[in-house]
T-cell receptor, first 112, second 109 residues
Framework: DAGVTQSPTHLIKTRGQQVTLRCSPK?????VSWYQQALGQGPQFIFQ???????QRGNFPDRFSGHQFPNYSSELNVNALLLGDSALYLC???????????FGPGTRLTVL | QKEVEQDPGPLSVPEGAIVSLNCTYS??????FMWYRQYSRKGPELLMY????GNKEDGRFTAQVDKSSKYISLFIRDSQPSDSATYLC?????????FGSGTKLNVKP
């Protein structure tokens, strides 16, 4: 049973560019949440998707957007990248909104 | 005030020691309490999950929740060098999860 998978593993972008990160949830899970984790910090909630709709959102600007597909996989898009967007981006899936979340390995984004 | 407070450490102990990791929180509405372990440059791995006050044991790990004091703990018995990692507490309410900043643990052989 595959766990949560994310791609790519690493990404280097320059300021102003746009990036798309991808996540496939654990088998049987229908809810996907995205987090940003800066070095030495805990994960910060970006948003959560369920039934292809954004259900919850944290305190992140509109530059951060997402999508969920019918197969429950999800994308995180970040526009107009800033240096401060450099972080580990984590995807977590669960079988329900309040169910335990299982994390993927993350995508490390570096903005130069 | 942050929703969840966690001492960042680092905490250094000898192999075989009992480790105590703690978090405090301010929102009494939190319903679910979790501990995650995160190795360097990896995603967090779920260790323990509970939703009630009291103790929950799983092998060498014991999670303790005291809702009246808004305090949770994770105890690791017979700690091993492989336990060296960052430990994150997390709490959930209204379908949203809130994480502590993590405590870095180093278990010396």
């Amino acid at each position: 049973d595959a766990g949560v998978t994310q791609s790519p593993t690493h990404l280097i972008k320059t300021r102003g560019q746009q990036v798309t990160l991808r996540c496939s949830p654990k088998s049987g899970h229908d809810t996907v949440s995205w987090y940003q984790q800066a070095l030495g910090q805990g994960p910060q909630f970006i948003f959560q998707y369920y039934e292809e709709e954004e259900r919850q959102r944290g305190n992140f600007p509109d530059r951060f957007s997402g999508h969920q597909f019918p197969n429950y996989s999800s994308e995180l898009n970040v526009n107009a990248l800033l240096l401060g967007d450099s972080a580990l981006y984590l995807c977590a899936s669960s079988g329900g909104a309040a169910d335990t979340q299982y994390f993927g390995p993350g995508t490390r984004l570096t903005v130069l | 005030q942050k929703e969840v407070e966690q001492d960042p450490g680092p905490l250094s102990v000898p192999e075989g020691a009992i480790v105590s990791l703690n978090c405090t929180y301010s929102n009494s509405a939190f319903q679910y309490f979790m501990w995650y372990r995160q190795y360097s440059r990896k995603g967090p791995e779920l260790l323990m999950y509970t939703y009630s006050s009291g103790n929950k044991e799983d092998g060498r790990f014991t999670a303790q929740v005291d809702k009246s004091s808004k305090y949770i703990s994770l105890f690791i018995r017979d700690s091993q060098p492989s336990d060296s990692a960052t430990y994150l507490c997390a709490m959930a309410h209204n379908d949203k999860f809130y994480f502590g900043s993590g405590t870095k643990l180093n278990v010396k052989p």
